[in-house]
C-alpha cells in the first residue's frame, strides 16, 4: 500500500501516516519499495512483533 492508501484508511493526514512507517521502517517492521514518485510499504514477514504476527480487521485497523 502506498500512504495516499493508508492515509485513507487510516483516517490520518498523509504525513501522519509517513511518520509513523519512518518509525516502522527504521524498527524494519514494514518493507517498502520506490516506484517513480511513490513508495509502497508491506509488512516484513521476518520482523519479530512484540505479540506474534500483527492481525488487520477488514477496514484495514489493526486488531489487537
Known amino acids: 500500500l ?4 493508508l492515509a485513507k484508511v487510516l483516517e490520518m493526514t498523509p504525513a501522519a501516516v509517513s511518520q ?3 518509525r516502522l521502517r527504521s524498527g524494519r517492521l514494514v518493507q517498502s519499495r ?3 514518485m511513490t513508495i ?9 512483533w512484540p505479540n506474534g504476527s500483527p492481525v488487520l480487521d ?7
Not at 40 to 48: F, G, P, Q, V
Not at 58 to 64: F, K, N, V
Open 34 to 36: 520506490r516506484d517513480g
Open 20 to 22: 509513523h512507517l519512518s
Open 40 to 48: 509502497y510499504y508491506r509488512l516484513n514477514e521476518t520482523a519479530s
Open 58 to 64: 477488514p477496514s484495514g485497523r489493526l486488531e489487537d
Open 2 to 5: 502506498c500512504v495516499c492508501d
